[in-house]
């Protein structure tokens, strides 16, 4: 690494996913710094600075000046989907690599128009999807690549929760659909990973959005989907996402090996099992309730991904390389590309078939 230097950092969007950011960076201050937050509610800026004690840091609330002015690395968008494209164009030309929340935007021409940009300005795009550093993920690639499950010949992944608490999730407009895009992103994108993009055809069926949805009416976008793909190699991969789910957020995925088999539960496997009469104050992401007994989550965000995945960009950006398959941002653009693949194919109910291998 050259010369002790530490990778400065404008985190744009001081809400949720900005706080999964900043635990990251807050873990790796030694080869990083966050010298500029952005959001437009000033408040969220302070509460996430001093949730962290960071004091010597610039505030903005309007990206465009923060981009323009901040002396930093890299940008950091954590904002909600609809802004990933604008935000990032503005950080890319004025110089800056960009490491962009999922999904890389919320539509495909638009997340082409970013690694355009980025290859105009000769700067990098790092995607964040956090799956990829999951320990137990980690764990379970290396039991698999040992030889311990024989070959796989299939993988069921899925993220379900009960809903998003953001406004931004109710349109499509903002969002780019529903909980395939928002939720699915995540198993997508993993898998994809998995098999370096090597997918060769793919079926999806959906809610349908709106009055066709299970539970979410009023939800523009579908609150139930499931895609199946097919890789090169023979494996398939059941990808599912839905907003039906209570009792807290489901992220399982399954392995299935011609000489056994894996599951990764990776947010009702806590250590730690309680019994609450009157409750915790926190237990999982998105549990309704926390009384009787429950699996109060161990260092979170650690156990998701977040905080390994934060290290890996910047040890990346100081050594200026590209970040590992499925960080990368053409591996965004590829989960952007697979979703509304998916999407259309449940529309139309056809199989689709990959034309880019
Ligand atoms: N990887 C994950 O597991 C994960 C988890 C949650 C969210 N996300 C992603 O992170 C992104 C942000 O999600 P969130 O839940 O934090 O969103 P949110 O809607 O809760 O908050 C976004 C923040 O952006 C700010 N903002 C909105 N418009 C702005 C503007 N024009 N300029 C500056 N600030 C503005 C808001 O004030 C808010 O503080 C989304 O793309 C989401 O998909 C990823």
Redesign the pocket.
């Given at each position: 690494m050259k010369n002790n230097r530490k990778v400065k950092v404008l985190l744009?969007?001081?809400?949720?996913?900005?706080d999964?950011h900043m635990t990251g960076y807050d873990r790796c201050r030694d080869i990083a710094e966050v010298v500029a937050i952005?959001?437009?509610?000033q408040s969220?800026i302070e509460a996430l600075a001093n949730a962290y004690g960071l004091e010597d840091y610039a505030a903005y609330t309007d990206?465009k000046e923060a981009v323009k002015e901040v002396d930093c690395d890299v940008v950091d968008i954590?904002?909600?989907?609809f802004?990933?494209h604008e935000v990032a164009v503005a950080a890319l030309q004025a110089g800056h690599h960009v490491i962009i929340?999922?999904p890389l935007a919320t539509k495909l021409e638009y997340g082409e128009h970013i690694l355009e940009e980025a290859k105009k300005a000769g700067k990098r795009v790092y995607y964040?999807e956090?799956w990829i550093f999951a320990p137990a993920l980690m764990r379970a690639k290396e039991l698999i690549d040992e030889g311990s499950i024989g070959d796989v010949m299939y993988i069921r992944a899925r993220e379900c929760h009960s809903g998003s608490h953001?406004p931004?999730a109710q349109t499509i407009e903002y969002c780019g659909g529903g909980s395939f895009i928002?939720l699915g992103t995540h198993p997508l994108a993993y898998v994809l990973a998995l098999k370096e993009n090597r997918w060769t055809e793919l079926v999806a069926m959906t809610s349908g959005g709106g009055e066709s949805n299970m539970i979410h009416k009023t939800m523009e976008g579908e609150d139930w989907a499931a895609c199946i793909l097919k890789f090169e190699d023979g494996t398939a991969a059941l990808v599912e996402a839905n907003y039906v789910t209570v009792g807290g957020m489901e992220d399982i995925i399954d392995f299935y090996g011609t000489e056994g088999r894996i599951q990764v539960d990776l947010t009702m496997s806590s250590p730690v099992k309680c019994f609450s009469i009157p409750g915790v104050s926190y237990s999982v992401e998105k549990a309704e309730i926390t009384t009787g007994w429950s699996r109060p989550a161990v260092d979170e965000k650690y156990n998701l991904g977040y905080v390994s995945e934060i290290r890996h960009f910047m040890e990346c950006i100081l050594e200026d390389k590209d970040a590992m398959v499925g960080l990368r941002g053409i591996d965004g653009l590829e989960a952007l590309r697979v979703m509304n693949l998916a999407y259309e194919s449940a529309r139309e109910g056809k199989k689709i078939v990959n034309d880019r291998l």
């Open positions: 744009i969007g001081a809400a949720f996913a900005g999964l952005c959001d437009k509610d969220k990206y954590c904002l909600p989907n802004l990933h929340e999922k964040a956090d953001s931004f928002h």
